[in-house]
């Protein structure tokens, strides 16, 4: 895996916000693959920051046709809920991108048969074609999206059950309260990420450097389900000194 590393988080946000532009003027056909979390804020803002600064007809060009598929969506919230990854990327990147909200894909959470939605979204992101470019956080437990260890790289879209830790992990947005966290999620699997064209990993602060250490230098396990990204040929992870262990 090819290691990119920058000086602080906000020089990551920068370098992964540009790649992602870059992605929608090369190859505006391929849906891209996205992630939210702390780590990915900071990314949409400066995606943001640097539309705008684009000539007018690029400008159009990221704009026009957009269709990205994020990871996952906590099961039984409301798309309106503030605490839905729904309402993380209205807020984040539908809203300040100026992007057709019909084009910024995710599960619908409130679906009855959570099973059988992950079976549709699946099933839409290849008919789109599968992802081009997917940007994948780090959990502490060495999750992307939300495939919790154990988990191998068979498993595919799917409903699951999250771990105490990863809702104590995302409980900012549940006023600090990890049991008010949903249990599930709906998320993509091992499968599709390996199946994209190009990923990036996306890592900062401090308290993520053992686990990187870990998805660089272990051998694949199902411990520690990004190690997987180790068998794809197109991964770059892109990461601060702190991430990566530097004093
Ligand atoms: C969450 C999400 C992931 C995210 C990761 C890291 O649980 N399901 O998509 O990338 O954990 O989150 P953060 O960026 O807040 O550290």
């Given at each position: ?64 046709g957009w269709l990205s598929f994020n990871l ?176």
């Amino acid at each position: 895996m090819e290691v990119i590393e920058l000086a602080d988080a906000a020089a990551v946000a920068e370098r992964v916000a540009a790649r992602l532009l870059n992605a929608r003027r090369q190859q505006p056909l391929r849906p891209l693959g996205l992630a939210t979390g702390r780590t990915m804020v900071p990314v949409y803002a400066a995606m943001a920051r640097l539309l705008p600064l684009l000539p007018a007809p690029e400008q159009a060009q990221v704009r026009r046709g957009w269709l990205s598929f994020n990871l996952d969506e906590y099961v039984g919230l409301d798309p309106a809920d503030p605490r839905s990854f729904h309402a993380a990327m209205a807020a984040q990147l539908t809203g300040p991108l100026g992007l057709d909200p019909a084009g910024v894909r995710l599960p619908d959470g409130q679906a009855p048969d959570p099973q059988a939605e992950a079976g549709r979204y699946t099933a839409a992101v290849a008919a789109a074609g599968g992802i081009g470019l997917q940007v994948l956080g780090l959990g502490l437990n060495g999750h992307v999206g939300f495939n919790e260890p154990p988990c191998g790289p068979e498993a595919p879209c799917r409903c699951v059950e999250l771990s105490d830790g990863t809702r104590a992990q995302n409980a900012d947005g549940f006023g600090g309260v990890g049991a008010a966290v949903p249990t599930r999620a709906i998320t993509l699997g091992l499968v599709e990420i390996l199946a994209a064209e190009r990923i990036l990993l996306v890592v900062t602060g401090a308290a993520k450097a053992s686990v990187l250490r870990r998805v660089l230098e272990a051998p694949p396990t199902p411990d520690i389900p990004a190690t997987w990204l180790q068998r794809h040929r197109a991964v770059s992870v892109i990461a601060d000194g702190a991430a990566l262990g530097r004093v």
